[in-house]
């Protein structure tokens, strides 16, 4: 049973770096497969940030290429999220989540918020 | 980037109904087309993948058509466990999009 956990700092400070780690179980990520990063703002819809391949090769949404960075440790079997110059519209919940080859998100780790605020 | 529109953005409906879910794209995505079940605190869950075909697991109330623009989410017949929002998602090209969602409501 493949399975996904965040972690990272629940508060950031504006202006600062945002930086999630997912660790995934189940399944070796360098089997194949993408995995990406999607958030939430509180109440609202869902936002695809980026995704990354095992051997590092990463794509990124536009709208937030120039702060965003993903970063994969296959001997770790985790993945990272690395969101810079963040602001409160930043504030999410984080989810990661494996990426189908069809480009679809089929198993998903339960989130973590992030606020961001002084 | 591709938009995409969900109708209605919210709905009530009672156990048995039966309920409809539209979704609509800015412009063809063939059958590029997924949705996914939300429930409060909780990570989306995969239904529907190449807009008709049911994730592994998956009750068979669920079903998708559509291709092109114009896509439809059918529960057959709505159960407890089902009122939740609801998400379609784009995955013809990147960057992959989601539409607002849809909550279905207890009538």
């Known amino acids: 049973q493949v399975q996904l956990q965040e972690s990272g700092p629940g508060l950031v400070k504006p202006s600062e770096t945002l930086s999630l780690t997912c660790a995934v179980s189940?399944?070796?990520?360098?089997?194949?497969?993408?995995w990406g990063w999607i958030r939430q703002p509180p109440g609202k819809g869902l936002e695809w940030i980026g995704s990354i391949y095992y051997t590092g090769s990463a794509y990124y949404n536009p709208s937030l290429k120039s702060r965003v960075t993903i970063s994969v440790d296959t001997s770790r079997n985790h993945f990272s999220l690395h969101l810079s110059s963040v602001t409160a519209a930043d504030t999410a919940v984080y989810y990661c989540a494996r990426v189908t080859g069809s480009y679809n998100f089929d198993y998903w780790g339960q989130g973590t918020l992030v606020t961001v605020s002084s | 980037d591709i938009q995409m529109t969900q109708s209605p953005s919210s709905l009530s409906a009672s156990v048995g109904d039966r309920v409809t879910i539209t979704c609509r794209a800015s412009?063809?995505?063939?059958?590029?087309l997924n949705w996914y079940q939300q429930k409060p605190g909780k990570a989306p869950k995969l239904l529907i993948y190449a807009a008709s075909s049911l994730q592994s697991g998956v009750p068979s109330r669920f079903s998708g058509s559509g291709s092109g623009t114009d896509f439809t989410l059918t529960i057959s017949s709505l159960r407890p466990e089902d009122f939740a929002t609801y998400y379609c998602?784009?995955?013809?090209?990147?960057?992959?999009?989601f539409g607002q969602g849809t909550k279905v409501q207890i009538k």
């Open positions: 189940g399944y070796s990520i360098s089997s194949g497969y993408y």
């Open positions: 998602q784009q995955s013809y090209s990147s960057p992959y999009t």
């Open positions: 412009q063809s995505i063939s059958n590029n």
